[in-house]
């Protein structure tokens, strides 16, 4: 026997404290139900697993679902994205993503857009916490084991990509086709990256050019297959079509610029709270790459580990505490659609992270190594309340905890940039796939042990079935007992964000088109890195957290802007680097010589006048990028879009709206009544209407 259909899950908290309090829950469920019922969807209430938890269950009858597939074709069909009907439910089924997503979205939309507007926080319902699908079990199986056991290669396959739409939704499907596609492209820096780091020397300004074509060839060439997969989906223009988010104030009366007003207000509140996380972040490396180094004090050896400490406990707290600023911050500018809240949120999430992400290696490029003695002299001094030129003359209780600053200035390490960006593209990445997939493994087995869940829990928990058994409980069959602690288990799981991802390895092109001159072998291990990636995300996305809501999109969104904004700053950054740490004595030698041999005198005018050089270098390569993408982007779409099948049938499907269009004009067409202002309607008769104009050219013939 199968189990019972579940579309939707409503977790819903009727929990409270007083009298008061049980009546609105009771009352709000009472409605929530009335309004599922009264819209068409069967709904009953299950009791969750914590207390003063309910659990709707939500299904659509076929009758309902057959009117939300012809609602969205005609929504389709009047904005242009199709003439082509899909199949309805009786010619063939519907993918699971399709059918969720039509249900999810109706259940969600605001009630002018056809929609039921329940939602967490959606004007009056403060109850409802969360709106969830089920896994399908079966799929997943098939879908690790097909990925982990036959699927060696870097890439994903067309076909793969389909079963992902079909089960997950175009926009997580994109997210696998973005990954495929960037991992694939990663083999061509990492054998540039191979011969450079094993045949020449550290930062080859041969490489750096050759990194920052292909970053800029991949940008454009992504875009490109980014529009195939649009239109072989049947998704271009999909943006559209999108219904109003539920949480959109139409009350407000806001004009065309009062958006861009409120999102232009909004920007010194961001540079304020950057600003403050750039002084934590280089107060984080002063102490780690300086302070550490001077103190000989009692635990001298443990400061070392101070700094990361310190990072730990005080950067995620102030990402977290910005990040509910950037929440109100993006609520405050009132967006009507979702894709343009998200859009507004991933900006303004990521420029933080990416001071925590590349702030560190900036330090130490264009601050560390440059100018690391004269730092090293002025942290002395503010800590010591000396220069640190007379620390050989200080004598008692002040010197026993100060390391000399002539020795400390020796030990400032000419390899950091390198080592760094061995720890980034290694160790942080290891940690971050422990993060996703393992640490959610082990929370929940403890929780599980916490809550009398564990192994020696079996024989409480067969005591306690035995007893449910013999009383009146509404779950009977075995299956509806195994379907609700499928639907009890995926509750407690958190909600899966695509952000997440999409961060994670925008994150590392960066590090890839920013920084890999300084450690050529970093592209090798982000390909390497990106083929466990993509099994991990799919155990992620099937065991370490709920079903992602399937939706529907033609791009990435704001990421490939990001992505495009990368390869700009990447031709700076290497061009500065480039010229700044070149080795210019031989290739065996282990430090950099970051400048000229013969700067002895007067070290800090010059050191001042190469870094203005570099940044003027800087400035030439960015003029020289943009030339450069105009070209490759000339190329590449002339080459790959133009004349394609995909060009050609997105062409066909607009010819085919246009005509469908026509045929439902022609169908009935009104008579047309014309204003004659007194004049005679002859409707093309009669005497006047008769043709002179022959026999005006022939009286000529006959005249000659």
């Known amino acids: 026997m199968s189990p019972p259909a579940v579309d939707l899950v409503i977790v819903f908290r009727s929990h409270g404290h007083s009298k008061e309090e049980i009546q609105e829950a009771e009352?709000?469920?009472?409605?929530?139900?009335?309004?599922?019922?009264?819209?068409?969807?069967?709904?009953?209430?299950?009791?969750?697993?914590?207390?003063?938890?309910?659990?709707?269950?939500?299904?659509?009858?076929?009758?309902?679902?057959?009117?939300?597939?012809?609602?969205?074709?005609?929504?389709?069909?009047?904005?242009?994205?199709?003439?082509?009907?899909?199949?309805?439910?009786?010619?063939?089924?519907?993918?699971?993503?399709?059918?969720?997503?039509?249900?999810?979205?109706?259940?969600?939309?605001a009630p002018k857009d056809g929609g039921l507007g329940v939602l967490p926080g959606a004007n009056g319902w403060h109850r409802v916490e969360s709106v969830m699908a089920l896994h399908d079990k079966k799929f997943n199986h098939h879908w690790i084991a097909s990925w982990t056991r036959n699927k060696l290669g870097f890439g994903v396959g067309m076909a793969e990509l389909d079963k992902v739409k079909e089960q997950f939704g175009e926009s997580l499907a994109l997210y696998f086709a973005f990954l495929s596609s960037y991992t694939q492209s990663l083999m061509i820096p990492s054998a540039l990256g191979c011969l450079t780091h094993y045949f020449s020397t550290s930062f080859d300004p041969l490489y750096s050019i050759l990194l920052a074509l292909w970053s800029v060839a991949f940008i454009e060439w992504y875009g490109i297959r980014e529009r195939k997969l649009a239109v072989k989906w049947g998704t271009r223009g999909a943006v559209r079509v999108e219904r109003r988010r539920v949480l959109y104030n139409a009350n407000i009366g806001e004009r065309w610029w009062t958006r861009d007003a409120k999102t232009a207000a909004a920007l010194p509140i961001i540079f304020l709270f950057a600003v403050m996380l750039s002084a934590v972040v280089t107060t984080i490396f002063i102490f780690e790459a300086f302070a550490s180094q001077l103190y000989r004090g009692p635990g001298h050896e443990y400061m070392s580990y101070v700094p990361t400490i310190i990072f730990s406990l005080l950067v995620p707290r102030f990402l977290a505490y910005y990040q509910t600023y950037a929440v109100r911050l993006t609520n405050w500018e009132n967006h009507v659609h979702q894709s343009e809240y998200d859009r507004s949120l991933t900006l303004k999430t990521f420029a933080l992270s990416a001071i925590v992400a590349y702030g560190g290696l900036a330090l130490s490029a264009f601050v560390y190594v440059p100018y690391g003695e004269q730092i090293m002299h002025a942290v002395y001094a503010v800590l010591f309340g000396s220069s640190g030129k007379d620390v050989s003359e200080k004598s008692g209780e002040a010197s026993w905890h100060i390391q000399d600053i002539g020795e400390a200035t020796r030990l400032l390490d000419p390899n950091r940039l390198r080592n760094q960006m061995f720890a980034l593209t290694v160790t942080s990445q290891g940690v971050n796939f422990f993060m996703e997939v393992g640490l959610p493994i082990v929370m929940r087995f403890v929780d599980a042990f916490r809550n009398g869940k564990g192994p020696r829990a079996g024989s409480r928990k067969k005591v306690k079935f035995e007893d449910e058994k013999h009383a009146s409980s509404v779950v009977e069959t075995k299956e509806e007992r195994e379907l609700m602690d499928q639907i009890n288990a995926e509750v407690a799981l958190p909600q899966y964000e695509l952000f997440g991802d999409y961060a994670e390895m925008v994150t590392q092109f960066g590090y890839v088109t920013l920084w890999s001159s300084i450690y050529p072998l970093a592209p090798v291990m982000s390909l390497l890195n990106n083929w466990i990636e993509a099994r991990s995300d799919a155990f992620k996305i099937t065991v370490n957290g709920r079903r992602p809501i399937p939706t529907r999109a033609d791009t990435m969104g704001p990421w490939l802007e990001t992505l495009s904004f990368m390869t700009w700053l990447g031709a700076l950054t290497n061009t500065a680097l480039v010229f700044l740490f070149r080795q210019r004595l031989s290739s065996d030698s282990l430090g950099f010589s970051v400048f000229p041999s013969f700067i002895e005198n007067d070290g800090s005018a010059c050191r001042s006048t190469i870094m203005a050089t570099a940044l003027l270098l800087a400035l030439t390569a960015s003029h020289l990028y943009i030339v450069m993408r105009s070209v490759v982007r000339y190329i590449l779409v002339r080459a790959l879009w133009e004349g394609s099948a995909a060009a050609k049938e997105s062409e066909r499907m607009d010819e085919e709206v246009k005509g469908e269009w026509l045929k439902q004009v022609e169908k009935d067409i009104p008579e047309v009544e014309v204003a004659t202002d007194g004049k005679v309607e002859t409707e093309g008769k009669g005497p006047f209407w008769e043709d002179r104009g022959l026999d005006e050219i022939r009286s000529h013939i006959k005249k000659e």
């Open 27 to 109: 009352h709000e469920y009472t409605q929530l139900i009335h309004l599922l019922d009264s819209g068409g969807l069967v709904a009953a209430g299950k009791k969750g697993e914590k207390p003063g938890q309910i659990l709707v269950l939500i299904w659509c009858p076929k009758d309902k679902l057959t009117k939300l597939v012809e609602a969205e074709r005609r929504s389709d069909f009047l904005h242009g994205l199709s003439a082509i009907n899909p199949p309805t439910l009786d010619s063939a089924p519907l993918s699971p993503a399709r059918r969720l997503r039509l249900v999810y979205s109706y259940l969600t939309s």
